[in-house]
């Protein structure tokens, strides 16, 4: 425990300040870094002032400071901080700033409405249907009170929850961002083993991937494949691993982690078709991106090449563009060019991204003219869809 006395001593780095009677010059020595000027007080003569705290620059010469502080409006003597201080005076970053927020939000929890609760208990029957409640749920606006309803249909002895009241609830927390109570209505839903539905999991499974929780989405997913569910209706469709491969890829434009992320990708990719499910359009686009991302350009090409004569899926506009940013990143621009004659032949109207890659590429390799060229064909296409727009 720190004392303030009398003759009470702050120590900072490299300053000593002392608190004491000023006519005690024994009392009023500090020692510190040379780092003011000295010059007499022009308030008060040396000693005339009694309740002031007295800065010397060396304990031997005695030799009065500039700085005199009043104390007479104050307890304490106020520290002056040295110029080699070791505390940041900058701004504090934006991942701070937002981990305080999470960390306000976590700590405000928002309580529950009781008024509202028992309105929405009015309204239900006294031998209420899992129909009822869910229409019950639905109609609130206060996620809290769907969840009190929830638990409090839970503790009814003759009523069990079933697909549409998991469904609307946990609908209404993943909307309001409340994933831990989300997760919670989850693991209750896992451990019934027949109730579910294809849609309640892809929704499960969308909203973790919102909050960023791809463990728990991998092992919903998992859950779906799981083979005591065979004879059930909730098997994994396009549906659920196109939402997990937007979820992988949404990680940055860091290369190492699309990486990373891209044998994942590539391993879901290898399971759908193992599993009969044809791929569409936005799952070979997803496997195209990440393998850009991934500074892997030779096995997007390759995907490209099967998208029409394996998966009779051809391509459209986006695929085309993600592949010409590929190879202008690589500096492969002749290839880029070949790809955007392509497209254009087949009637699609090149991005302001693939325009920008050619043009940037061109550039760096001193093909000022091309480059141009191309960047005057963006500002006319620009123009023209400005024109159909208005």
Known sequence: ?????????????????RRGNASNHTNTILSTNSFCPKFPDPNYPFGKNPRSTHFFHHAHKLDLFLFQINTSYTQFP????????????KAPSRSYQRRARKRLLKSSKPTLDQAQFQLALSQLPPRFTPEELCNVIARQ???????ELFHWASQQPRFRHDVSTFHITIKKLGAAKMYQE???IVNQLLAVPLIGSEALFNMVIYYFTQARKLTRAVNVFKHMKSRRNLNCFFRPSIRTYNILFAAFLGRGSNSYINHVYMETIRCLFRQMVKDGIKPDIFSLNSMIKGYVLSLHVNDALRIFHQMGVIYDCPPNALTYDCLI???????????????YSEMKTKGFVPSSKSY??????LALGGEIEEAVNYLWEMTDKQRSCKKRTL
């Not at 606006?141 to 969840?147: A, E, G, R, S």
């Not at 920008?356 to 590429?361: E, R």
């Open 1 to 17: 425990m720190l004392s303030f006395g009398r003759n009470c001593c702050f120590k900072y780095p490299g300053t000593y300040f």
């Open 78 to 89: 106020i520290p002056f901080a040295p110029f080699n201080s070791h505390y940041s005076t």
């Open 141 to 147: 606006n206060d996620p809290l009170v769907c969840l």
């Open 182 to 184: 989300m997760d919670d």
């Open 325 to 339: 940013h590929g190879l202008c990143a690589q500096g492969r621009t002749n290839n880029a060019k070949e790809l």
């Open 356 to 361: 920008n890659s050619l043009v940037n590429s």
